[in-house]
């Protein structure tokens, strides 16, 4: 079956089903954009989830999924159309996928170094990441102002210790992608600590643990920049399926923004044509 809706610039080209998951085949064309069985499975795979139980499970009527993926690849293209892509609310999130996914990446093959006949392997582990992390610090010459660091005290409700954890340039870690400044660290642990550390008796505690998980974080990040971990494919894969769904969300936000006001005869047309949606069943 061959089927063209020409006001939407769609083709539809539907051939024997396919079902095996190793096959990708063409499925719809949507100005120019090729759906595929891939994207299908995909699709169903969310329907499954979203009504486990429910009906709409059995997919009985496979031109409203056909229409779905039709929709919401028209509604792709006007996204990019705009370039919201390139808005932070789209470009961060995408960003920080792949830097969290590059790490995970960067441990797992630390984690997976070490033999599983090992004793105590889980801490064999831990031990062979810590040990990783140091190496780290010293191949990028990574600087830590001890001194410094134990002298900030995020307990203080004195104005002017508080006034300098937020605006001191002091530099607490010399880093290859940057400095860390008291105030720059201040900024971060704030995002940690939401409630604030003024009065709390393990403030200097809290403090360095938070510096450590900083230090450890940034120093993986950056080494998985330096080998272009983030360039593996299964990583960019999922960087443009979340990039799609956000493109997309931020789309349909800004196209229902419409002040629309039916008329009342176009409300009473509308009701008595769907009358039975509005009413309870006996």
């Excluded at 340039?169 to 010399?174: K, N």
Aim: charged share 25%; hydrophobic share 40%; glycine share 4%.
């Amino acid at each position: 079956i061959a089927v063209a809706i020409t006001a939407m610039s769609v083709q539809i080209s539907m051939a024997q089903p396919i079902i095996s998951s190793d096959v990708v085949a063409p499925l719809i064309v949507v100005n120019g954009d090729t759906i595929t069985t891939k994207d299908l499975r995909l699709e169903l795979d969310i329907m499954i989830k979203m009504y486990p139980q429910s009906e709409e499970a059995k997919f009985s009527d496979p031109d409203k999924i056909l229409r779905r993926l039709m929709q919401n690849q028209m509604i792709l293209q006007e996204g990019y159309r705009m370039e919201i892509e390139k808005s932070s609310t789209v470009s961060n999130q995408v960003r920080d996928l792949i830097r969290t996914r590059s790490v995970v990446t960067l441990l797992d093959s630390v984690s997976l170094s070490v033999s599983a006949d090992s004793a105590s392997l889980k801490e064999a582990r831990k031990e062979a990441v810590r040990s990783y992390i140091e190496g780290l610090k010293t191949t990028h010459n990574v600087t830590v102002d001890s001194t410094l660091l134990k002298s900030l005290d995020y307990g203080s409700d004195d104005p002017e210790v508080q006034d300098y954890l937020r605006n001191s340039t002091d530099v607490l870690v010399t880093f290859p992608s940057g400095d860390l400044t008291v105030a720059r660290f201040s900024k971060f642990l704030r995002f940690k600590e939401f409630h604030g550390l003024v009065g709390k008796p393990d403030a200097a505690q809290r403090r360095d643990k938070t510096f450590d998980g900083w230090i450890s974080e940034a120093i993986l990040s950056y080494q998985a920049r330096v080998q272009k971990v983030g360039e593996d494919p299964v990583i960019q894969e999922a960087a443009r399926n979340m990039e799609h769904v956000l493109v997309r969300q931020e789309t349909i936000g800004i196209l229902i923004q419409s002040s629309y006001e039916p008329q009342e005869d176009e409300i009473e047309k509308y009701y008595k044509e769907n009358q039975a949606d509005y009413m309870l069943p006996a």
